[in-house]
């Protein structure tokens, strides 16, 4: 975001550290002054005839001045009032021009250069950023658009005035801190008196000298809330809100203070299988900046959409066409790795206080900004009090002065100092009644008072008029002995004048991590030679592998039993006499490797089953005894945990009696990589032949629904939805009446209409009452679901059908409730669904419900069934089991005996 001043000018490289300036560092510079101010540069071996001046003097300091006035005058917001030095001034300015009516920008640009000293474009700029945050001032015409990125229409056509908001919260001349203008012919305010957390509300970014500011926006109504929290002694939370709305992650906000960030989404949404929609953006980015990083990440491969069109106008709407087969769920994901669609934003709470750069959090910057309102109230209340006891101190006078009928005496005291003696003592009987001492200047005024005002005057006018003072006094005098109270209302005052249609925008979630290497198009080929060692993309006249990306790491493993991880490349050499090599996924754990090996060139074979995590890539782990000359005789990879049988045939050595025999390696524990593993035999194998294909060793997966992100996962986060097998799928159905069974993938996304997600039972029926549009009448109906891994609907695709409950117990039963007609309100009917029908097709219409009009259905705790156990398989061995290794070894008479070691 451009700052509205140029305050840009060498920025220290890390944002998040203060500056360290050594004004005495002047090595390497000498200077030599001219009378006409010029500065010239010599090199230390000058000319010996010239004269060389070492640097001194004011430059010694120039630097260091130089920041200080960066910092404080024009990129860092005061504590005080939330302004930086141009924002003040452009407030100050249009309230001197505040006539009710729109001023030219480029008039009140031109007043503000009265007090701001640095340009009309920058205080231009300034004031169509103020401008567009929608707070303090009222705009007429072009004045862009944040959500395009388009920028306003030149100072001279665009017009501006205070807001209400403005003019109630920003100005109060009587208790305004003044100073002077820079030439010394104007006053200006040196903090404005704002009663409100606008540094909080508006935000604010700024570049100084060694170092930066990055305030983020909250939100209006929040912040009032948390005020008046502040005031009551409550603890409370502040979180950014943004006018591009989007989807925020602030778990770590960390108070908006320095190592923080923020993390914002756009929010993309389904349009159909084809087409996706963004129809927020994330803060600090516009639709153009992405757009551009969405064909940026297409052109590089990493995702492959068909085109792009932008249609934002008040509203952002930027539709997304994908090719046929593209899954739109993976390039959501893939949105948020690859482009601007997730940004990450790092508050820095810098602002000054008492001339010098404070860091501090947003919390406490709410505080600061509430107790000064609560002091600039109790100033305003204090000067409302002296005003309203002058006025009533003078109104006593006026009438003692005119009821005495001291006017009448006037003529008998030709000088000033006798006739106030006179009046001084005729007003002493009187001087316990005052509120003050009366003095030379309230005398002067009554002997001013018109003698037609004095001839008109009515005591009971002004004995009213006195009463009204004195209750005016005591609520002002009440006010200042209650100010929390009176704050605390002053901040509900503003919320309800105010906060209409200043909800918050952003909505906060916890964002599930994406795996780049998951989401990511594999829009190249791996191909291998596995006889001389190379892997890559380029080797395309050998061995195809497998579809990859350019971020994917590759995981190979040798016939000498070494195993390497390596990033894709064109061409790679990892080893000689590669058995096996696949796209490699570091958070996989049910992916289960079977080996056999032999220790050494003639020594024992030995069976393990591990899984591979937490390597470093590029490194030759062995996963053998390590002894010269082993060798791996027979490798599987299983990537849902399976555990074959296999059959091992031996030479014939000795008097070894059975040459055969099976091995099931269900049998065996899942142990780390490092394992050495069991024994198989002593003798030499001649051949290992698969006997049966293995099933999944590994428990049934438990698998979570996360509401807050929309998502599953297997983190223990949300709902448990179950206990999933390979073959175990989900149940979605959503609010338009549609139903699909899908396999419950983690990248899965749902769509916010979704109103049941659970376990799918195929033998459990689903009961549903829904309102044909057609036929204008209700419908009843239960059916099991037909057909898997498509989305159908189940009620009818009339545009007027609508679904109004579903349910997926056993006997649901449900409670009608009967629309009043002509007067007559028919009682509440509960309907047991399964009485009332059979289970039916899945497109069947169903049975009338009613006839009569229904103002709601409501869905009623069902009726008790004891669902039949689900008996399912035991497994072996889970991944996370550490039983100790089995030994298998075959005995002289052939027989195989597993032992534990």
């Known amino acids: 975001m451009k700052d509205e001043e140029e305050d840009n000018i060498l920025p220290n490289e890390d944002e998040n550290n203060d500056a360290s300036f050594d004004a005495n560092d002047q090595e390497g510079f000498d200077d030599i002054s001219t009378s006409s101010g010029m500065h010239h540069f010599y090199e230390n071996n000058a000319d010996e005839h010239d004269t060389i001046t070492k640097v001194t003097g004011m430059y010694k300091d120039w630097f260091l001045d130089y920041a200080s006035y960066v910092i404080l005058e024009r990129a860092v917001p005061a504590i005080e009032d939330g302004f930086k030095p141009v924002q003040r001034r452009i407030m100050h300015s249009l309230k001197e021009l505040d006539d009710g009516r729109y001023n030219k920008v480029a008039n009140v640009v031109g007043h503000t250069m009265q007090y701001h000293p640095h ?193 934002t106008a008040a509203e952002v709407e930027i539709l997304i066409h994908l090719f046929p087969g593209v899954s739109p769920d993976k390039t959501i994901d893939a949105l948020f790795a690859f482009t601007a669609c997730e940004t990450s934003v790092a508050p820095l709470g810098c602002v000054i206080e008492d001339n010098k750069p404070l860091f501090i959090g947003v919390s406490d910057m709410l505080k600061i900004s509430t107790d000064r309102t609560v002091d600039l109230l109790r100033q305003e209340l204090e000067i ?161 592998v497998v579809d990859c990306s350019d971020i994917d790491d590759v995981i190979v493993f040798l016939r000498n039993g070494t195993m390497m991880i390596t990033k894709v490349d064109a061409k790679t050499f990892v080893g000689k006499d590669i058995i096996h090599v696949a796209i490699f996924d570091k958070g996989d754990k049910r992916t289960i490797y079977n080996m056999i090996y032999r220790d050494g060139k003639s020594g024992p074979s030995y069976i393990k089953r591990f899984n591979v995590s937490g390597v470093t890539r590029d490194k030759a782990y062995d996963l053998t005894n390590e002894t010269p000359g082993s060798q791996i005789l027979y490798f599987s990879c299983n990537p849902n945990g399976e555990a074959e049988v296999i059959n091992i045939i031996l030479r014939q050595v000795g008097s070894i009696k059975k040459l055969k025999f099976d091995i099931d390696f269900a049998k065996l524990a899942i142990k780390g990589r490092a394992s050495k593993g069991n024994l198989v035999t002593k003798y030499p194998i001649k051949k290992i032949e698969l006997k049966e294909k293995g099933i999944s060793t590994l428990l049934p997966r438990k698998v979570w629904f996360d509401d807050t992100v929309q998502r599953l996962n297997v983190d223990g986060r949300g709902e448990l939805l179950g206990e999933f097998r390979p073959s175990d799928k989900l149940l979605v159905i959503s609010q338009a009446g549609k139903l699909k069974v899908i396999i419950p993938e983690l990248s899965t996304h749902f769509d916010e209409d979704m109103i049941v997600l659970e376990k799918w039972n195929p033998k459990k029926p689903i009961s549903a009452i829904y309102f044909d549009g057609e036929k204008e009448r209700y419908f009843i109906k239960r059916f099991l679901v037909e057909v898997e891994h498509k989305e159908e609907s189940f009620i009818t695709d009339h545009p007027n059908s609508k679904l109004e409950i579903v349910a997926t117990d056993y ?91």
């Open 119 to 311: 340009g009309d474009q920058s205080i231009a700029d300034a004031m169509v950023q103020i401008g567009q945050k929608d707070l303090l001032i009222d705009c007429q015409g072009n004045w862009g658009n944040i959500l395009t990125g388009d920028g306003a229409a030149a100072s001279r056509y665009i017009e501006a005035r205070l807001s209400k908001f403005a003019l109630e919260v920003l100005y109060s001349p009587k208790i305004t801190d003044w100073g002077v203008s820079y030439d010394g012919r104007r006053a200006e305010p040196n903090n404005l008196p704002v009663k409100f957390p606008l540094l909080l509300a508006q935000g604010a970014e700024g570049i100084a000298v060694g170092l930066s500011t990055k305030v983020l926006p909250h939100n209006f109504n929040e912040l009032i809330d948390a005020s008046i929290k502040i005031l009551k002694g409550k603890p409370f939370t502040l979180y950014p809100d943004f006018q591009t709305a989007g989807i925020a992650d602030v778990s770590n906000y960390n108070d908006g203070m320095r190592g923080g960030r923020v993390r914002v989404r756009a929010k993309i949404s389904q349009l159909d299988k084809n087409t996706l929609v963004i129809t927020q953006i994330p803060f600090s980015t516009n639709t153009s900046s992405l757009i551009d990083s969405i064909l940026k990440a297409n052109e590089k491969g990493k995702i492959k959409i068909k085109k792009i069109e932008d249609n």
């Open 384 to 544: 409302q009090l002296e005003e309203l006891k002058n006025k009533w101190h003078f109104s006593t006078l006026e009438k003692i002065f005119i009821r005495e009928e001291m006017y009448i005496d006037f003529k008998l005291y030709s000088d000033r100092e006798s006739l106030y003696k006179y009046m001084y003592d005729r007003f002493e009987p009187f001087k316990a009644s005052f509120v003050r001492e009366i003095n030379d200047d309230d005398l002067q005024k009554l002997t001013q008072i018109p003698m037609i005002r004095i001839t008109r005057f009515d005591s009971d006018k002004a004995d009213d008029f006195i009463a009204k003072l004195e209750d005016e006094m005591k609520e002002v005098q009440h006010h200042l002995d209650h100010i929390i109270d009176f704050a605390i209302a002053y901040f509900a005052k503003l919320k309800e004048k105010y906060g209409k249609g200043k909800e918050r925008q952003t909505e906060l979630r916890i964002f599930d991590d994406i795996e780049a290497t998951k989401v990511v198009l594999r829009n190249t080929k791996l191909y291998v030679n596995r006889e001389e060692g190379f892997v890559g993309t380029s080797l395309k006249k050998d061995e195809y």
């Open 811 to 901: 006997r649901p039963v449900a409670e009608l409730i009967f629309a009043k007609v002509k007067g007559v309100q028919k009682e509440n009917q509960v309907v047991d669904i399964e009485s009332f029908i059979a289970v039916k097709g899945f497109k069947a219409l169903g049975n009338q419900l009613t006839t009569d009009k229904l103002k709601q259905v409501n869905l009623l705790d069902p009726l008790p069934y004891e669902e039949p156990e689900e008996v399912l398989p035991e497994p072996t061995e889970n991944i996370e089991d550490t039983v100790d290794d089995a030994s298998i070894q075959l005995e002289d008479d052939g027989q195989v005996t597993l032992s534990l070691e």
